[in-house]
């Protein structure tokens, strides 16, 4: 194994595979380099005299500026770099050729390939055969938690994936896009496909009281998602158990079939990012992602805030001029929230990232719009819609883990793909995958992570791993296998909150 990997020719630094100790000399093509200090692994060394104030290239874009002169040799990180972003700024749409597009008749162009899903009775697919049980405040946590677990007793030997309840903090003293946003997420699960049957259990008293959610929720079958209020009945618990009862008994009618891949919606994410996230699974991904597309099917990206400083490269993608206005105001809307509320634009990478190697936000960003692959962005969704389009859709939200998986599952993900080059316990409410970056991490975290992305820095090829890794998330779309959150229980919801709480 190599010590030190340059990304692009571009480039004038490059990152060590390992630790490397001042005064070791490593050599990148026909020349010799002496390190001027202790580099720890996964950083960058300067290849070439940066002057102060000159750009530092990595992936072949600028990922900040000198702040003092750096010479080859040099460990660069936060002493000696900082960002170049600041606030909004305005965008010239030059759009380019991409050979990469959502086809909905895939067979007409490439073999067609199917996995076993759930074909529910109004024509979506889904992958999982769960019931689900809602809550439409925080305040029933504890009793939708005890419901849940009693019902996994009871229903353990029947024909459904398990019983779940996913917690969460509001929907009761919430007021204006706040409430609005916890009843569209909350809405969008109770529409997901990998519930064949949903429990919406409402407390009385809250803002978003059953018949206020029933609004948002719209048009919904009755044999499927069933509702309770607690404060009405005199056993809540007992109530549930009878409506559950007769949800599972729907859901069992259910057996999964040969759907198309054009079917599939999947989430992209990244968290406990560190530098080989730019060269190992975030590429993994943007590779599946355009092999998903090219079937037909649906990818998903967001984290708006790690895309400041690699914007235009999603820009230059946008199918038309429409989207690229949307990414436009994706991207200057999200900036005007943090100086709205008196923050730097840039205030990332998080302290983790850095510890890993990542510097600078633009550095941050150009490794995670990789997980977008080539393809054209098709279209933007705000924080809270579900995906419409076949091909790459981007999802406002923030970069938090547990926020933006939950927004990618109630956008219609079925699959969430998590790279990571710490490691991370959290699973949302569908599988989430996680790939580590790194062999180490694999090797450490058996319960968190599920494939390791490393592998492509010891010799296998990125098109071997890629159909592998392919391969691998058609066979957990119809259920030969399972996640780790899956496996050990890891799923949650957490939704995003700006304004007041009374």
């Given at each position: 194994m190599e010590t030190t990997h340059v990304i692009t020719e571009k480039d004038n630094v490059l990152v060590t595979l390992q630790a490397l100790r001042e005064g070791e000399q490593i050599t990148v093509g026909s020349r010799k380099l002496t390190l001027n200090g202790d580099v720890p692994v996964g950083h960058k060394i300067a290849l070439q005299t940066i002057p102060d104030n000159g750009d530092i290239i990595k992936y072949?874009?600028?990922i900040g500026k000198a702040t003092k002169e750096i010479i080859p040799g040099d460990w660069v990180h936060t002493h000696n770099m900082k960002t170049k972003l600041s606030g909004t700024q305005e965008y010239e749409y030059k759009p380019t050729q991409t050979q990469i597009r959502g086809n909905a008749n895939a067979s007409t162009s490439i073999?067609?390939?199917?996995?076993?899903?759930?074909?529910?009775?109004?024509g979506e697919v889904g992958i999982r055969n769960e019931i689900w049980i809602i809550n439409t405040v925080g305040c029933i946590n504890k009793a939708c938690e005890m419901i849940a677990k009693r019902a996994n007793e009871q229903y353990k030997s029947e024909n459904i994936d398990g019983v779940f309840h996913y917690p969460h903090l509001f929907g009761c003293s919430q007021l204006g896009d706040d409430l609005h946003n916890t009843q569209k997420i909350l809405s969008n699960l109770v529409h997901h496909p990998n519930a064949a049957g949903i429990l919406v259990m409402g407390l009385g008293c809250e803002n978003n009281y059953i018949e206020e959610f029933k609004k948002v929720i719209g048009e919904y079958d009755g044999e499927r998602v069933r509702f309770i209020e607690a404060q009405r009945v005199d056993d809540e618990f007992e109530v549930a158990m009878e409506l559950l009862d007769d949800l599972v008994n729907y859901a069992k009618t259910f057996e999964r079939q040969p759907v198309p891949i054009s079917k599939l919606k999947v989430?992209?994410?990244?968290?406990?990012?560190?530098?080989?996230?730019?060269i190992?699974?975030?590429?993994?991904?943007?590779?599946?992602?355009?092999?998903?597309?090219?079937?037909?099917?649906?990818?998903?990206?967001?984290?708006?805030?790690?895309?400041?400083?690699a914007e235009q490269i999603l820009m230059a993608r946008a199918k038309n001029e429409v989207v690229f206005t949307k990414i436009v105001d994706l991207v200057n809307d999200?900036?005007?929230?943090?100086?709205?509320?008196?923050?730097?634009?840039?205030?990332?990478?998080?302290?983790g990232n850095k510890k890993g190697g990542i510097t600078t936000l633009e550095e941050k960003s150009l490794g995670n719009v990789q997980k977008g692959g080539f393809a054209e962005v098709v279209d933007v969704i705000p924080y809270g819609d579900r995906v419409s389009e076949n091909g790459l859709t981007l999802l406002q939200g923030p970069g938090n883990d547990l926020v933006s998986v939950t927004?990618?599952?109630?956008?219609?993900?079925h699959i969430v793909l998590f790279t990571t080059g710490r490691g991370t316990p959290f699973g949302g409410p569908v599988p989430t995958v996680k790939?580590?970056?790194?062999?180490?991490?694999?090797?450490?975290?058996?319960?968190?992570?599920?494939?390791?992305?490393?592998?492509l820095l010891e010799g296998k090829s990125k098109d071997e791993v890629s159909k592998e890794f392919f391969d691998s998330i058609i066979q957990l779309a119809s259920g030969e296998t399972q996640a780790k959150n899956e496996k050990f229980g890891f799923k949650e919801i957490s939704i995003f909150k700006d304004g007041v709480i009374l």
């Open positions: 072949g874009y600028p073999e067609e390939r199917t996995f076993q899903g759930y074909v529910r009775k109004n989430g992209l994410k990244c968290g406990g990012s560190d530098s080989f996230s730019g190992t699974g975030n590429p993994l991904l943007g590779a599946f992602s355009d092999r998903l597309i090219s079937y037909g099917g649906s990818t998903v990206l967001t984290e708006t805030p790690e895309l400041f400083g999200f900036k005007e929230y943090f100086l709205r509320h008196d923050q730097p634009v840039y205030e990332n990478p998080s302290p927004a990618l599952a109630a956008s219609g993900a790939i580590s970056t790194n062999t180490a991490l694999y090797k450490k975290k058996q319960n968190w992570i599920d494939y390791n992305a490393g592998i």
